[in-house]
């Protein structure tokens, strides 16, 4: 430990030699090169590296664990966030013309966000051309971002990429809400998770008041996109979970 005028130890790149310190500082974190073989089980410690782009840890008795998590992830699949896993969509769900669908999305970190994407099982008929959009709202239910009108995108089926109008820039860690509207003469089928409804309440909002919830509806017979959603005001009570991703 630093004495009375002197500095903390600081570590700015890789350290080559053991070393021993009782405070540590990492200013710009820890480069792990990649190893091709794993190094020597460790003695009285533990050893973290790396291996094909993941970070390992190694206990004295030699076990590896990876630090990554194994389930899959929005980045996995070159996304930043997605409502759950769509290998998990195994259910479709027809949306009510008018209606705004709202699927919560988590960034973990800051970036800028440039598209929204939903799953259209079954494509509209004779949508009304200038009424069919994506947004994204943040956590207070402001919208953020908004996408060009998605009438034509919406009378085909498949995975639907809406760039957002002005991309956002920076956007801070935390929960956002993907928005779909629909207006037309038949509304577009979503890909969705599960569809149990006991109590009147959504599934994948269990535990969660209104105002946090992760699938949620809001107002009805809007032609266009609203500015901002109430959020504690708006339905939990979806029939289905709709996947939606940000990218």
Not at 4 to 27: F, M, S, Y
Not at 92 to 109: D, E, H, M, N, P
Not at 138 to 152: E, H
Not at 212 to 220: A, H, Y
């Amino acid at each position: 430990m630093a004495q009375a005028g002197e500095q903390e130890p600081v570590v700015t790149g890789r350290v080559n030699t053991d070393i021993t310190v009782d405070h540590l500082t990492v200013n710009r974190g820890a480069n792990l090169t990649n190893q091709t073989t794993a190094p020597a089980t460790p003695s009285g410690g533990a050893v973290v590296y790396s291996q094909y782009g993941v970070a390992v840890f190694m206990d004295t008795s030699g076990n590896v664990t990876s630090l990554k998590n194994p389930d899959p992830t929005a980045a996995d699949s070159g996304l930043i966030a997605w409502s759950f896993d769509p290998a998990a969509a195994a259910s479709t769900f027809l949306t009510t013309a008018g209606v705004v669908y709202l699927s919560k999305v988590i960034v973990t970190q800051q970036q800028t966000l440039t598209n929204g994407l939903v799953e259209v099982s079954t494509a509209g008929g004779t949508l009304t051309a200038s009424e069919n959009y994506l947004a994204l709202f943040n956590s207070t239910g402001t919208q953020i971002a908004i996408s060009a009108d998605q009438s034509t995108a919406f009378a085909s089926a498949g995975l639907i990429t809406a760039a957002w109008a002005s991309p956002v820039v920076s956007a801070a860690p935390g929960a956002y809400y993907v928005g779909v509207l629909c207006n037309g003469g038949t509304a577009i089928t979503l890909a969705s998770g599960s569809a149990l409804k006991p109590g009147g309440v959504s599934i994948g909002n269990a535990g969660l008041a209104t105002a946090t919830g992760r699938f949620l509806s809001s107002g009805t017979s809007q032609t266009a996109m609203p500015q901002s959603v109430t959020l504690g005001s708006a339905s939990g009570n979806l029939a289905a979970t709709i996947w939606a991703a940000i990218s």
